[in-house]
């Protein structure tokens, strides 16, 4: 069973669309979390959810907008997407401080 | 702010060789993990090890191991009887104990070859 999954793997969009990502968790952990991984490989946090709740927010342009319905989910959608915001988005989750466990990755292609 | 600095860019090894990569940090924390992350070419980013900074054992799990030296602020990582298997980016991440900032910060990433 996969842990830590997203969809799509593979995002091909538009300039100005929105899309979204989803990712799920069957880990029982209580903290999600979404980074970004530039053209370059450098890896970012872009948010963090402990049990719905937003408890990080690396000022991230207010395009992106992480929604979570549950402790097993967390989603990110991206208003009106722009050329840079081509990258790999992860998502991770973990329970305290113990080891984040990260999704397969998300790779977005903005045209 | 934490930061994470791995200086080597790029290495390379030969297949059952050993090779370290380097990896500091600065914080003012006295308590934090430390972890490495492989990202073979499948894009997945896989746990290699982590170290709890309170002890002083360093950590291994089978071929690898770490170096940590807290005064020092350096997490290298050994890797032992290299396999081609190995070849990946290898990160290193920061994580602080403190409530609101688990977030992992990462190093820049080291790509390592290994040949045949």
């Known amino acids: 069973d996969t842990a830590v999954s997203q969809t799509p793997k593979y995002l091909v969009t538009q300039m100005g669309n929105d899309k979204s990502i989803k990712c799920e968790q069957n880990?029982?952990?209580?903290?999600m979390y979404w980074y970004k991984q530039d053209s370059k490989k450098f890896l970012k946090i872009m948010f963090s959810?402990?049990?719905?709740?937003?408890?990080i927010n690396e000022t991230v342009p207010n395009r992106f907008s992480p929604k979570s319905p549950d402790k097993a989910h967390l989603n990110l959608h991206i208003n009106s997407l722009e050329l840079g915001d081509s990258a790999v988005y992860f998502c991770?989750?973990?329970?305290?401080?113990?080891?984040?466990?990260f999704g397969p990755g998300t790779r977005l292609l903005v045209l | 702010a934490q930061t994470v600095t791995q200086s080597q860019p790029e290495m390379s090894v030969q297949e059952a060789e050993t090779v370290t990569l380097s990896c500091t940090y600065d914080?003012?924390?006295?308590?934090?993990?430390l972890f490495w992350y492989k990202q073979p070419p499948s894009r997945q980013m896989i746990l290699v090890i982590r170290?709890?900074?309170?002890?002083?054992q360093n950590a291994t799990e089978n071929r690898f191991s770490v170096n940590f030296q807290k005064a020092a602020k350096s997490f290298s990582l050994k890797i032992s009887d290299s396999q081609l298997g190995d070849a990946a980016m290898y990160f290193c991440?920061?994580?602080?104990?403190?409530?609101?900032?688990?977030?992992?910060?990462f190093g820049k990433g080291t790509k390592l070859t290994v040949n045949p």
């Open positions: 959810y402990n049990n719905k709740e937003l408890i």
């Open positions: 170290q709890e900074a309170y002890k002083q």
């Open positions: 991770a989750s973990a329970t305290g401080v113990k080891t984040q466990y």
């Open positions: 914080t003012s924390e006295s308590d934090y993990y």
């Open positions: 991440a920061y994580r602080s104990v403190r409530g609101g900032s688990e977030k992992l910060v």
């Open positions: 880990l029982g952990h209580d903290t």
